[in-house]
């Protein structure tokens, strides 16, 4: 019950039990002090519904929290409003599909956000949105509307930094700030009512801004596509192989470099029933782990996990759980010999840099093989398209290992940045004539 009460989820309970082992060694009436600690549990347990139930009596006695929200924030009709979906939004797929339909706001979704790829509204990548600096983008928004954790992309977080405009956080629990936002109103876990009630209010917004936004994503994604399309075999080519294969209706991405690849790369062209992300403090630890228990959860055809090495380094263990997995889910490990993030970072300049980088020779397959376990190492383009379409109609776990050279995410990156650069430049005036 207290798990599905005012904040659902996980309970954890410290029960002592007679014996020095485990409660079966001892046989006949429990101990006086274990009856005192159920009794202890029970009235405790009585006092938190009574709360929640209490709580949830005043909340239906209260005004709309809504209603209260317009008396300091602008929520009417025709604004220049933006959705921010990140990773774990705390709503409904489907709730929150509607809610962006109906206020008719531009959706800059992370591809965490489970929002891609859905046949009802048109969620733009940050990335996409962003990438060029069009000049409605120097023009203010003036509603902000967000979802789930902060965005992953830094073009979308410099969009909501420049920008301090009237902000709505929605949150499954409370929170005092956000770095993002000087402040910000905060609705703690909206129900789907409350949602409609806000969508009412908003909708529709103003529809020149929506258009824009969509024009500016849809011709820099165009553009990024044919980028991809000439690039020889590397990580970026690799990954975007990857997330564009049909047949996997569960995708799980790892932390570092997984989610930004995501970010840029997951056009949510196949449609998922779940889409969940490994990040935090210790994001790398229990990917793997994590990734069987939400296949056998969700009852998925089949999962995709997309983890780099050093995740998949921090998780091997987990490989024995995987053999007794009897579902389709493929693991796809990227390796480029260490922490492929850090070479986006200044310190690749430093002289011990592949000390900092945790530089490897793992074998993945090798691990995969002596856990029992179906894998495949590929080095190019054809070999990794015949391991995603094996790995589809396997049932069990599988490991693909994709190998590429260690750089070569920051080598294809800069290629498709210097690129898309071009759309921020002034256009040059033709040679003899005068500019416009």
């Known amino acids: 019950e207290l798990g599905r009460g005012p904040n659902p989820g996980p309970i954890h309970l410290n ?31 009585n006092a938190v519904l009574a709360e929640a139930a209490a709580l949830q009596a005043r909340q239906l006695a209260a005004p709309s929290r809504i209603a209260a929200l317009a008396t300091t924030l602008p929520l009417r ?57 069009c000049a409605y983008t120097h023009v203010a928004p003036d509603f902000v509307i967000r979802f789930g954790h902060a965005p992953v992309m830094p073009c979308v977080q410099d969009y909501l930094l420049t920008y301090q405009v009237p902000t709505l956080k929605c949150s ?102 779940h889409v969940l992300s490994n990040r935090g403090v210790c994001g790398i630890d229990g990917t793997v782990g994590g990734f069987l228990g939400a296949a056998q959860a969700t009852g998925c055809e089949a999962g995709l996990l997309v983890l780099g090495d050093l995740a998949m380094l921090h998780d091997l263990p987990a490989l024995a759980t995987a053999q007794r997995h009897a579902g389709s889910a493929c693991i796809v490990v ?34 995969a093989a002596g856990f029992g376990l179906s894998n495949a190492c590929v080095k190019d383009a054809q070999s990794l398209q015949t391991a995603l379409d094996a790995a589809c109609q396997h049932q069990g776990v599988s490991l693909i290992e994709i190998k590429v050279k260690p750089d070569s995410a920051r080598e294809q990156v800069e290629v498709v940045h210097s690129t898309l650069a071009l759309l921020d430049a002034p256009l040059a005036p033709a040679s003899g004539g005068k500019a416009a």
């Open 172 to 273: 499954p629990v409370e929170v005092v700030g956000d770095y993002l936002h000087s402040k910000c109103s905060v609705l703690v876990a909206p129900t789907a009512n409350e949602l409609t009630e806000l969508a009412a209010r908003l909708g529709p917004g103003a529809p020149e801004w929506r258009e824009m936004w969509k024009t500016q994503a849809s011709g820099v994604r165009n553009l990024r596509n044919v980028l991809m399309d000439h690039l020889l075999w590397g990580e970026l080519s690799a990954v975007r192989a990857v997330f564009a294969h049909p047949g996997f209706d569960l995708l799980q991405i790892g932390n570092s470099m997984a989610v930004r690849h995501a970010d840029m790369m997951e056009d949510g062209k196949t449609r998922r029933s």
């Open 334 to 367: 990227v390796n480029n010999e260490g922490g492929g993030i850090f070479d986006m970072l200044p310190m690749r300049s430093l002289a011990d840099f592949s000390a900092i980088r945790n530089s490897h020779e793992v074998d993945f397959c090798a691990i």
């Open 77 to 133: 009709r025709g604004l220049r409003g933006v959705i921010i979906a990140g990773p774990e939004c705390g709503v409904d797929v489907a709730v929150l599909e509607s809610f962006c339909a109906s206020t008719g706001y531009p959706v800059i979704a992370d591809a965490a956000s489970g929002l891609r790829g859905s046949t009802r509204i048109d969620a733009m990548s940050g990335y996409d949105a962003l990438v060029a600096r």
């Open 15 to 45: 029960v002592p039990l007679s014996g020095r082992f485990d409660a079966l060694e001892t046989k006949g009436e429990p101990s006086a002090g274990t009856r005192a600690v159920v009794a202890e549990l029970r009235e405790r347990t």
